[in-house]
């Protein structure tokens, strides 16, 4: 069954976009088949990888979506890169949204395109929206940088979703915090991460993300990392993440 990891972080500007463009990326360089899906509708996966704009052209309307007003088409990258792509013109009306919505969605996406993975990104509010993907989840990962601030925002994200996968609300079978932007040479940091691994249990803190120029130029000209600088620290630090995540 394809496996469906959901980023997330209910504060913005965490990296979460920047980890599901390179993750996906890392993975397809792996040879598995992924598909990247879009539920914010700030639509920054679509500019995470659009370098090429005419390929948006050849944009296609799989059953599996005919029934969810938040795509606009699935736009193939390369033969290993799907990319379900938001709608960028609207807010939609969440009031009616159940927390099974993406479930069956993740599922029937991953059997029509015989995806190994599923990649989440997720807008920055707990919503309807975000609780609703968690909920479709296998792995949830949640990218923070290791400062005292975002330690609150994370600790609460992780009980609130412990909470719901004990009570079967949820059903992720894992629960991992990527640190990101980090700066050795900044002691908050290192104090924070220190912190982290004693609260959350050092196998919960996936292998850190560096603070990389790299990774926002790469954003910038619409490219993956790997594409843009592959021998960057941000490369080398998403090639290493998807090994632990995905060996
Ligand atoms: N490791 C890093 N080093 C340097 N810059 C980074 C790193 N990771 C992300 N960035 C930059 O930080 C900014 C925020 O990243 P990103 O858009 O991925 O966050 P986000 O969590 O998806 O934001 P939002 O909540 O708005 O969706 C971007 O400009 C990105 O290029
Ligand atoms: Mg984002």
């Known amino acids: ?12 500007g965490t990296a979460k976009t ?57 736009l193939a990258y390369s033969d290993r890169i799907h ?11 969440e009031s009616a949204y159940t927390l099974d919505r993406f479930s069956q969605l993740f599922d029937n996406a991953g059997d029509a395109g015989h995806y190994d993975i599923i990649l989440v990104d997720t807008p920055p509010t707990l919503g309807p929206r975000l609780l609703s993907a968690l909920a479709g989840a296998h792995r949830i990962v949640i990218p923070a940088e290791p400062t005292p601030l975002a330690s609150d925002g994370v600790n609460k994200l992780l009980n609130a979703c412990m909470k719901a996968i004990r009570n ?24 924070t991460l220190g912190l982290w691994q004693e609260k959350f249990g050092a196998g919960r803190i996936l292998p850190a993300i560096r603070r990389n120029v790299k990774l926002a130029e790469a954003f910038a000209v619409h490219q993956p990392v790997s594409e843009y600088a592959p021998l960057s620290a941000g490369a080398k630090d998403y090639r290493s993440l998807c090994d632990c995540l995905f060996s």
């Open 83 to 93: 990319l379900a792509l938001a709608h960028t013109d609207s807010a939609f009306d």
């Open 168 to 191: 079967k609300h949820f059903r992720a079978s894992g629960i991992d915090i990527l640190p990101v932007m980090v700066d050795g040479k900044l002691r908050i940091h290192r104090q």
């Open 1 to 12: 069954m394809t496996k469906v990891l959901v980023v997330a972080n209910r504060k913005g």
């Open 18 to 74: 920047t980890t599901v463009v390179n993750l996906a990326y890392a993975l397809s360089e792996k040879g598995a088949k992924v598909l990247v899906i879009d539920l914010d509708n700030q639509g920054h996966i679509e500019q995470g990888f659009t370098a090429q704009p005419d390929l948006l052209s050849a944009l296609s309307q799989p059953a599996w979506m005919s029934e969810f007003e938040e795509f606009k088409g699935v």
